[in-house]
Structures are given as structure tokens and as C-alpha cells.
């Protein structure tokens, strides 16, 4: 693969991400200064990320850097298009992006300053609006102020999968002895993480936790083979973003690039001090500037005051994991409830985990995956499988020798601090809680192929079969949810049209939204004419109607 094509495609992948920090910190000064979420913000942004481009081109392309800008700037903007038009074709039917996710970004929309105001006064979930990080709601609300699309706002969720892949590509293929065919169906693999596929459609935020911490990985390998300052820079983004996505997400990112940190200095490496540097700024800006609310506002302020960073919750009362969990699993340990939850059926209630034959499946499995929260065997029926394949591939590497090639040391300390970032969440059982999981046999895979050749074939034979297993499990997962999803959303449509058309000014709808703040603004974006009756409707239950994948109920007219 050229070096032009593998320039080329990090500076694309490197575009969106870059992007997203750009609409986080344009967002976090004007807080600061007092101004709200702008319909201008997300052109500004934009103007941020082509000067980057440009000055990253101009410093380290050799030739044609000006045709190049336009090229990738041009292949950006119509990959956003695309993804806009994708992104409002389903519309999300999941809880948490019609309830707390909603009311955030509408709140932001609407003028919330969550650097001179923590929480909305009036909000229904002021404990989630304090104390989570605010990075997609910001985005979300970014692109919602310029669009006027309200399912606009999960683009970003659409977008990063692909970024994640444009990024893998030149970081699979800097292990120059592995063919191109590897090196594009590893890069669709690391693409496809699970979670990320079947939260694409929904105000979720673990889809992008799980792509940026796998463009994270790859450019860590970018960095370790090429000493790459693009890809130092763009690791710093990535931390910025890690940080401001999901509260976990700076945990994981603090122990994954500060252990990769010191291991560069353990082996002497001559740009530890440039990689400290942009570490460092990344933890800064993420933490003290971007992540000014909640870092700040809530856990330094409340643990300071009172002792408790959740103050006035608790973190097991914000996370309602007791109530969220099988039953059994309350009283297990954290290693023994993943292994049980790797070997089960994938179920999104909290029925007793069920052991099941690796490799097996069924329909039921399947469709589980309509929702974006597939709590036991969430990474597919299909993982558990992948689990004994990996295991068994590392043994056979093991006896053929390769754990003896020189970079077999980097994936050792990789694939290590990836396991801490996983088991130091109690409840990585669940999938979106640890979506990073889905990498490790990845990894072994790419750690084999790039070893070099090897008198025994059992090991590349291996190889083969896990990455086929992982394909077919993602890919899967790909079709079965967005077709789910897309059936899901227009029947919500189908439903809100019709309310709508019941609906009038001489007879307004009685409705009671319950928690479901996304429901209200759909009401009010169809030209649903209504009247709110918070708790209790004025009609008889006979004459109630539940909404489609809500609690909202109204009174049939």
C-alpha cells in the first residue's frame, strides 16, 4: 500500500475527529464567555478543521499538497452529507436517547451554559445533566442549531465507525509484511465493533466510546511504528474526546495512553518527550477546559464540599446497575460475571444469564439486537465462539514461537492494559460499559499475521477462522439491527403522523410525556396539537394509548 493512500486516508479519518474536538472547544469557550450553542458554531469548526488540514498537508506532504486539501476536504464534507441524510432517515426509538439524552441537547439548544448553570433548574434528570460528560450533547446540539433536525444531532455516531476504519487502514498497514487483503478486512473489523454498530442510530454515547478508543489503538501502533507527529497530534484529539464522551471513557484512556506512555520510556524511545507532551495537553484540555462541567462543576466542587464527587447521589444510584442486572450477578465477581455474560444468550432483559454451546444461536438472539443496551452477550451471539478461537490461537502462536518476535513485546503491553481498562470496571459483563473488549482478538489476530511466517500452519489457520467468526458475527449484527431499526423507527413515524392528523386546535390530544422529553419535541416539531397532563390523563385507561418504544400515553380522540 502506498504512502500516499495511507496519508491520505489517517488525515480523512483524522478530519472528523478533529472536527468533533473543534465543535467541543468553540462550544466551551463561548460558555465561558456566555455565549450559548449558535447555529454558527459547527462552520466555525469547520473552518478550524480545513486550517488543520491545510497546515498539516503544507508541513508534512511532500507534493500536491494543495489538490490533496481539496480532495480530502471535498470527501469529508460529502461523507457528512451522506451521514446527516442516513442519520435522519432512522429515527431513535431507544430509552435513554428519548429521555435524559433528549432533554440535554434540547436543553443546550435552547441556551442551557453548562459552565455558568450545571444543571438546568427545571430539568427531569438533573442528576444525569450534572454529573455526565458533555461532549456528544454538545456536538448533537451543534449540528441540530445549523441543520434544524432534531435525529441530525447522531451523526457523530454514524461517522466515527468510519473514522475509526480510515484510521486503521495506515496503522494495519505500517507491519509492511501483511497483504493488502488483511490489511482492509482487519480495518472493517476494528471498524465494526459491536456496540457501535447497534448504537449508529441512537443518541447513545458507548458507540463512540467503542470507535475512539479503537482509533485510540491505532494510533498508538501509528506512533510505535512510524514515530508519526500526525498521529501523535490526532492521539492527543482522540484523549480530548475520550475524556468529554463518557465518563468511563477517561478512565480507560488515562490507563491505555499513559501505560503505552511509559513504555516508551522503558524502552527508551526517542519521542517519549514529544507523545508526553500532547499527552499532557490532551488531559488538560479534555479535563480542565472541554470537561470544565462536569470535571470541575461537579466532582471537584462536590468532593471537596461534601466528600462525594456524586453528591447528591450516589454512583450506584445514578448507574441503577442493581435493578439493571441478572440477579445472580449480585452476588458474583467481576471476572466471573464477564466469562458468564461471554458464554450466555444474548438477552436485553434480566432473566438469569443461560449458558449456551459456543458457536449456537438462534433467531430470539438475533433480534435482541433491535436495542442499543444488550446486556447479557452483548457483543453477539456469535463472540463467545471468538473467545475459545482467541485462546486457542494464542497457545498455538505461543508453541510456534512467535512470541519471540521483536514486536510481540508492544502487543503483550497493548493487549495487557487493554485487560486492566476492562476489568477495572466491576460491571464490564455488560457490554457497552466495556466496548473495548471486542479488540482483543483482534489484536491477536494482527499480532500473528505480522509476526512473519511460520513453519507450522495451524496458527495463520487460526487466524483465519477467528477473524471469519468475527465477520460474520459483525456483520450480522450490522444488517439485523439497522433493518430492526429502521422497521422501529417508522412505525413511530407512521404513529406520530397519524396523531397528527387527529389532532387539532378545537380538539387538542391529552397527553402525559412521562420521562420521554424526545417525544415532546416531536409532538412539537409534527404540529401535533396538544394538551400535557402530567401524570394522570383526563380519559378512562380503556381510551388510553401507549406510544411505539415509550412510556407516553394519550387519550384516543
Same mark, same amino acid.
Given at each position: 500500500?502506498?504512502?500516499?493512500?495511507?496519508?491520505?486516508?489517517?488525515?480523512?479519518?483524522?478530519?472528523?475527529?478533529?472536527?468533533?474536538?473543534?465543535?467541543?472547544?468553540?462550544?466551551?469557550?463561548?460558555?465561558?464567555?456566555?455565549?450559548?450553542?449558535?447555529?454558527?458554531?459547527?462552520?466555525?469548526?469547520?473552518?478550524?478543521?480545513?486550517?488543520?488540514?491545510?497546515?498539516?498537508?503544507?508541513?508534512?506532504?511532500?507534493?500536491?499538497?494543495?489538490?490533496?486539501?481539496?480532495?480530502?476536504?471535498?470527501?469529508?464534507?460529502?461523507?457528512?452529507?451522506?451521514?446527516? $441524510?442516513?442519520?435522519?432517515?432512522?429515527?431513535?426509538?431507544?430509552?435513554?436517547?428519548?429521555?435524559?439524552?433528549?432533554?440535554?441537547?434540547?436543553?443546550?439548544?435552547?441556551?442551557?451554559?453548562?459552565?455558568?448553570?450545571?444543571?438546568?433548574?427545571?430539568?427531569?434528570?438533573?442528576?444525569?445533566?450534572?454529573?455526565? #460528560?458533555?461532549?456528544?450533547?454538545?456536538?448533537?446540539?451543534?449540528?441540530?442549531?445549523?441543520?434544524?433536525?432534531?435525529?441530525?444531532?447522531?451523526?457523530?455516531?454514524?461517522?466515527?465507525?468510519?473514522?475509526?476504519?480510515?484510521?486503521?487502514?495506515?496503522?494495519?498497514?505500517?507491519?509492511?509484511?501483511?497483504?493488502? #487483503?488483511?490489511?482492509?478486512?482487519?480495518?472493517?473489523?476494528?471498524?465494526?465493533?459491536?456496540?457501535?454498530?447497534?448504537?449508529?442510530?441512537?443518541?447513545?454515547?458507548?458507540?463512540?466510546?467503542?470507535?475512539?478508543?479503537?482509533?485510540?489503538?491505532?494510533?498508538?501502533?501509528?506512533?510505535?511504528?512510524?514515530?508519526?507527529?500526525?498521529?501523535?497530534?490526532?492521539?492527543?484529539?482522540?484523549?480530548?474526546?475520550?475524556?468529554?464522551?463518557?465518563?468511563?471513557?477517561?478512565?480507560?484512556?488515562?490507563?491505555?495512553?499513559?501505560?503505552?506512555?511509559?513504555?516508551?520510556?522503558?524502552?527508551?524511545?526517542?519521542?517519549?518527550?514529544?507523545?508526553?507532551?500532547?499527552?499532557? #495537553?490532551?488531559?488538560?484540555?479534555?479535563?480542565?477546559?472541554?470537561?470544565?462541567?462536569?470535571?470541575?462543576?461537579?466532582?471537584?466542587?462536590?468532593?471537596?464540599?461534601?466528600?462525594?464527587?456524586?453528591?447528591?447521589?450516589?454512583?450506584?444510584?445514578?448507574?441503577?446497575?442493581?435493578?439493571?442486572?441478572?440477579?445472580?450477578?449480585?452476588?458474583?465477581?467481576?471476572?466471573? $460475571?464477564?466469562?458468564?455474560?461471554?458464554?450466555?444468550?444474548?438477552?436485553?432483559?434480566?432473566?438469569?444469564?443461560?449458558?449456551?454451546?459456543?458457536?449456537?444461536?438462534?433467531?430470539?438472539?438475533? $433480534?435482541?439486537?433491535?436495542?442499543?443496551?444488550?446486556?447479557?452477550?452483548?457483543?453477539?451471539?456469535?463472540?463467545?465462539?471468538?473467545?475459545?478461537?482467541?485462546?486457542?490461537?494464542?497457545?498455538?502462536?505461543?508453541?510456534?514461537?512467535?512470541?519471540?518476535?521483536?514486536?510481540?513485546?508492544?502487543?503483550?503491553?497493548?493487549?495487557?492494559?487493554?485487560?486492566?481498562?476492562?476489568?477495572?470496571?466491576?460491571?464490564?459483563?455488560?457490554?457497552?460499559?466495556?466496548?473495548?473488549?471486542?479488540?482483543?482478538?483482534?489484536?491477536?489476530?494482527?499480532?500473528?499475521?505480522?509476526?512473519?511466517?511460520?513453519?507450522?500452519?495451524?496458527?495463520?489457520?487460526?487466524?483465519?477462522?477467528?477473524?471469519?467468526?468475527?465477520?460474520?458475527?459483525?456483520?450480522?449484527?450490522?444488517?439485523?439491527?439497522?433493518?430492526?431499526?429502521?422497521?422501529?423507527?417508522?412505525?413511530?413515524?407512521?404513529?406520530?403522523?397519524?396523531?397528527?392528523?387527529?389532532?387539532?386546535?378545537? $380538539?387538542?390530544?391529552?397527553?402525559?410525556?412521562?420521562?420521554?422529553?424526545?417525544?415532546?419535541?416531536?409532538?412539537?416539531?409534527?404540529?401535533?396539537?396538544?394538551?400535557?397532563?402530567?401524570?394522570?390523563?383526563?380519559?378512562?385507561?380503556?381510551?388510553?394509548?401507549?406510544?411505539?418504544?415509550?412510556?407516553?400515553?394519550?387519550?384516543?380522540?
Amino acid at each position: 500500500m502506498s504512502e500516499h493512500l495511507k496519508s491520505s486516508c489517517l488525515l480523512l479519518g483524522g478530519f472528523f475527529i478533529v472536527l468533533y474536538f473543534f465543535i467541543l472547544m468553540v462550544g466551551s469557550i463561548g460558555f465561558f464567555v456566555g455565549l450559548p450553542i449558535t447555529w454558527y458554531h459547527l462552520p466555525v469548526a469547520i473552518l478550524f478543521t480545513a486550517a488543520w488540514l491545510w497546515l498539516t498537508l503544507r508541513r508534512h506532504s511532500q507534493q500536491q499538497s494543495t489538490s490533496r486539501f481539496w480532495i480530502i476536504l471535498g470527501a469529508g464534507a460529502g461523507i457528512a452529507l451522506i451521514g446527516l $441524510k442516513l442519520s435522519g432517515a432512522i429515527t431513535d426509538t431507544s430509552w435513554d436517547g428519548q429521555t435524559y439524552h433528549a432533554e440535554a441537547i434540547l436543553y443546550l439548544t435552547q441556551g442551557w451554559n453548562p459552565v455558568h448553570q450545571p444543571t438546568p433548574i427545571d430539568a427531569l434528570f438533573q442528576n444525569y445533566l450534572a454529573i455526565f #460528560a458533555k461532549g456528544p450533547w454538545i456536538a448533537a446540539a451543534a449540528v441540530i442549531k445549523l441543520s434544524g433536525e432534531f435525529e441530525h444531532g447522531k451523526v457523530f455516531s454514524l461517522i466515527l465507525p468510519l473514522a475509526t476504519l480510515l484510521i486503521a487502514v495506515p496503522a494495519i498497514a505500517s507491519f509492511r509484511e501483511i497483504k493488502s #487483503a488483511w490489511v482492509l478486512s482487519l480495518s472493517l473489523l476494528f471498524a465494526a465493533n459491536p456496540v457501535s454498530v447497534y448504537q449508529m442510530f441512537t443518541f447513545y454515547v458507548d458507540g463512540q466510546l467503542s470507535s475512539l478508543m479503537v482509533i485510540a489503538i491505532c494510533l498508538m501502533l501509528l506512533v510505535y511504528r512510524d514515530q508519526s507527529r500526525p498521529a501523535m497530534l490526532l492521539l492527543a484529539v482522540s484523549i480530548v474526546l475520550l475524556v468529554n464522551v463518557k465518563l468511563n471513557g477517561a478512565i480507560y484512556i488515562l490507563i491505555l495512553a499513559g501505560g503505552f506512555l511509559l513504555w516508551t520510556f522503558w524502552q527508551r524511545h526517542d519521542y517519549g518527550i514529544a507523545l508526553t507532551g500532547w499527552f499532557v #495537553a490532551g488531559c488538560m484540555l479534555g479535563g480542565l477546559v472541554i470537561g470544565f462541567n462536569p470535571y470541575i462543576t461537579q466532582f471537584i466542587t462536590m468532593l471537596f464540599t461534601y466528600g462525594n464527587p456524586f453528591h447528591p447521589d450516589s454512583w450506584q444510584a445514578i448507574t441503577l446497575i442493581e435493578i439493571n442486572s441478572p440477579p445472580e450477578f449480585l452476588e458474583m465477581g467481576r471476572v466471573q $460475571k464477564l466469562v458468564v455474560s461471554l458464554f450466555s444468550r444474548s438477552e436485553v432483559s434480566i432473566y438469569p444469564a443461560t449458558y449456551k454451546i459456543p458457536f449456537s444461536f438462534s433467531w430470539h438472539e438475533w $433480534k435482541v439486537f433491535l436495542w442499543p443496551d444488550v446486556r447479557v452477550g452483548g457483543f453477539g451471539p456469535l463472540f463467545g465462539g471468538a473467545i475459545l478461537l482467541t485462546a486457542a490461537l494464542v497457545a498455538a502462536s505461543i508453541r510456534d514461537g512467535r512470541h519471540k518476535a521483536y514486536q510481540s513485546g508492544f502487543f503483550f503491553m497493548l493487549q495487557g492494559l487493554l485487560l486492566v481498562s476492562i476489568l477495572i470496571n466491576p460491571e464490564s459483563w455488560w457490554a457497552r460499559y466495556a466496548p473495548q473488549l471486542a479488540v482483543l482478538p483482534l489484536l491477536i489476530v494482527l499480532w500473528v499475521i505480522s509476526s512473519g511466517p511460520s513453519d507450522s500452519r495451524r496458527a495463520p489457520g487460526l487466524a483465519l477462522a477467528l477473524a471469519l467468526t468475527m465477520a460474520v458475527n459483525n456483520v450480522a449484527l450490522l444488517v439485523v439491527h439497522n433493518s430492526l431499526a429502521h422497521a422501529a423507527g417508522s412505525t413511530l413515524d407512521k404513529q406520530l403522523a397519524q396523531i397528527q392528523q387527529q389532532s387539532s386546535q378545537q $380538539k387538542p390530544i391529552a397527553v402525559n410525556f412521562d420521562y420521554f422529553v424526545g417525544t415532546r419535541y416531536r409532538f412539537d416539531s409534527s404540529g401535533v396539537h396538544y394538551e400535557e397532563h402530567p401524570g394522570q390523563l383526563p380519559c378512562d385507561v380503556s381510551q388510553q394509548t401507549r406510544l411505539v418504544y415509550s412510556e407516553a400515553t394519550i387519550c384516543r380522540p
